[in-house]
């Protein structure tokens, strides 16, 4: 095995994972981490590529989603559909309005119900 070199590391959604790993599968034979990794993405992505897509420029809406990518992400791969599990995901530095947080289960159960 090669040295590989890290270019840059930023937050993906799952849908972008598995289009990675797809791509990467038709080059050459996926690595263990790849093959495990592929394998979760297949079970638990539930949105294509385009909902991820679409969710993520109504989650941009949110001031505080766009600064906090990794919440973002993790909003779109676990479809909260109460205002309670969206709380769990939110890092203590984040502050979000009731409102706010029910306009994000609001299109979040929006885009688990077409599932």
Do not use: C, H, W
Request: zero cysteines; glycine letters at 2%.
């Amino acid at each position: 095995m090669g040295k590989e070199k890290i270019l840059k590391m930023e937050p993906v959604s799952l849908a972008e994972v598995k289009e990675i790993l797809n791509k990467r599968k038709g080059e050459k034979e996926l690595t263990y981490e790849q093959d495990v990794t592929m394998k979760y993405v297949e079970k638990f992505a539930k949105l294509t590529e385009k909902q991820t897509e679409d969710l993520s420029k109504q989650l941009d809406e949110f001031s505080f989603l766009k600064e906090k990518k990794e919440l973002k992400y993790q909003l779109m791969a676990a479809l909260p559909t109460r205002v309670e599990q969206v709380q769990l995901f939110m890092p203590k530095d984040v502050t979000a309005s009731e409102e706010e947080l029910k306009k994000i289960v609001e299109l979040t159960k929006k885009y688990g119900e077409k599932l």
